[in-house]
């Protein structure tokens, strides 16, 4: 990865990687290029009655993860994992800018394209980018904090001047909005924000009026907040709801999330949004992941965890999800990725596959239904998202997050619907089970996803 996954401890990794994309506004979009969803906590409540079906399509699109071809690894190697996994973004900067739009012809990836303040030769990429196709938002620099950048003759980061850290982000948003080609693409926030010494004011995506910021009332930096709050935690723990918490845009506990970078600045304690704005800001997520050797439960909970994490981030209203990393030891030393040293596929790579693989959709502009039904006794960590395919079926997804308990549950539909399949994501993309004409559903919910899909 190009950053530690320690958070605020500001470990500087062995192999300093350059990657992905990131910034923020409160400015809405429309394009042909951007996809209608919510940016907020997506409202389903499975308490009983009709509940509105969310894109399966859209959900899709929000799943993305790191790659390291800008640092000169073979983006050829890549094309079978992003094909198997079926994830859809990825997040990479432009040194080596023909290896990604390779890697887009090959397999249909868009790409998160990430900044390090080399504005002329940056802008030119991601024009290149989104003529082709490959562009997907166009995001700040990575991590000043662990990662200093140079603009204009000044350096800036670490614990230092922070104000060209600020004027790149500013003049990125600026030259990207003000561009015929680029205009329309969204530009993430620079990652970790919360980090700077004095206030720039990068805990806002525009500056309000009487913020008392170092740059002045108005400053545009972002359309979206970008953080990376590491499911893995800062303390390395594995307890309930680990995704879910990790997910909570007002929390301020173990994950280094959107109330530290965008509510109360972790280092100099600067305000930001309240919690009410922070619930509904625009979001992204560029890093998050898990360790199969350093985070407890190896492979196993690796896999079931990352699921977790990309429902989880969706349902809580992050508009996209970057995994780090696709394969392990290319951006930092460690076993984050989904797949080994030896492009061999981890179980997270497995998991992932079958889910995208049991929702397999792309039309994201069809209507979408209701669907009546309940859960009743369902326990806190466990949590339910209803999608919906452009042909008709419902995809109820309901996962997990109990570390050592079980949940058996029976979910009850108010009519009767004549075929109901379900299906364990740690399985197989096969049904385990298939119904006819019922009106209930036993599960028994553990750790990770199981999905009933509906067909009337």
């Not at 910034?23 to 209608?36: D, N």
């Not at 970790?192 to 806002?204: F, I, K, M, S």
């Not at 079926?393 to 109990?402: D, K, N, T």
Request: glycine share 10%.
């Amino acid at each position: 990865m190009v950053r530690s996954q320690f958070g605020k401890q500001e470990v500087i990794p062995v192999s300093v990687g350059r990657i992905i994309f990131g910034l923020f506004s409160t400015i809405c979009l429309s394009s042909a290029v951007w996809e209608p969803s919510s940016d907020t906590a997506i409202a389903q409540t499975s308490a009983g009655g009709a509940v509105e079906a969310v894109s399966a399509a859209a959900f899709l699109n929000s799943m993305g993860i790191n790659v390291h071809v800008a640092q000169g690894y073979d983006g050829g190697k890549y094309v079978e994992p992003l094909k198997y996994t079926g994830i859809r973004n990825i997040r990479d900067s432009g040194e080596r800018l023909s290896g990604l739009l390779r890697l887009h012809e090959a397999t249909g990836v868009k790409v998160d394209f990430l900044s390090w303040c080399q504005l002329d030769e940056e802008i030119s990429s991601a024009r290149q980018l989104a003529s082709a196709g490959a562009l997907l938002a166009i995001e700040g620099p990575n991590e000043p904090n662990n990662f200093l950048i140079t603009y204009k003759g000044e350096k800036g980061g670490h614990k230092g001047n922070w104000l060209p850290v600020a004027q790149c982000q500013r003049d990125l948003y600026k030259t990207v909005k003000a561009d015929k080609v680029l205009g329309t693409y969204p530009v993430f926030n620079m990652s970790e924000g919360g980090a700077e010494p004095t206030n720039v004011g990068l805990q806002y995506l525009t500056i309000p009026e009487g913020a008392h910021t170092d740059m002045p009332d108005g400053t545009q930096y972002a359309d979206y907040a970008n953080v990376h709050n590491y499911v893995s935690s800062k303390k390395v723990i594995y307890d309930d709801n680990q995704a879910w918490q990790a997910a909570d845009p007002t929390l301020d506990d173990e994950w280094d999330g959107l109330y530290g970078e965008y509510g109360l600045t972790w280092r100099g304690k600067f305000p930001g949004y309240s919690e009410a704005q922070l619930k509904t800001l625009p979001r992204v997520t560029t890093e998050t992941g898990w360790d199969t050797r350093g985070n407890p439960g190896g492979q196993p909970v690796q896999g079931k965890v990352l699921v977790n994490t990309y429902l989880a981030q969706f349902k809580r209203g992050w508009r996209y999800t970057f995994i780090y990393e696709l394969i392990d030891g290319e951006g930092s030393e460690g076993e984050q990725g989904i797949y080994t040293a030896q492009y061999a596929p981890k179980l997270a790579a497995t998991y992932i596959h079958n889910l995208t693989t049991i929702l397999a959709d792309n039309d994201i502009a069809a209507p979408m239904g209701h669907l009546n039904y309940s859960i009743p006794g369902a326990p806190g960590a466990v949590h339910d998202l209803l999608l919906q395919k452009a042909n008709g079926a419902f995809e109820l997804v309901i996962w997990g997050e109990q570390v050592k308990q079980s949940a058996n549950l029976v979910v009850h539909f108010t009519e009767s619907h004549k075929t109901v399949k379900v299906y364990d994501v740690t399985m197989a993309v096969d049904p385990i089970q298939t119904y006819s004409d019922v009106k209930s559903v036993p599960l028994v919910i553990t750790d990770h996803a199981m999905i009933i899909e509906v067909v009337n």
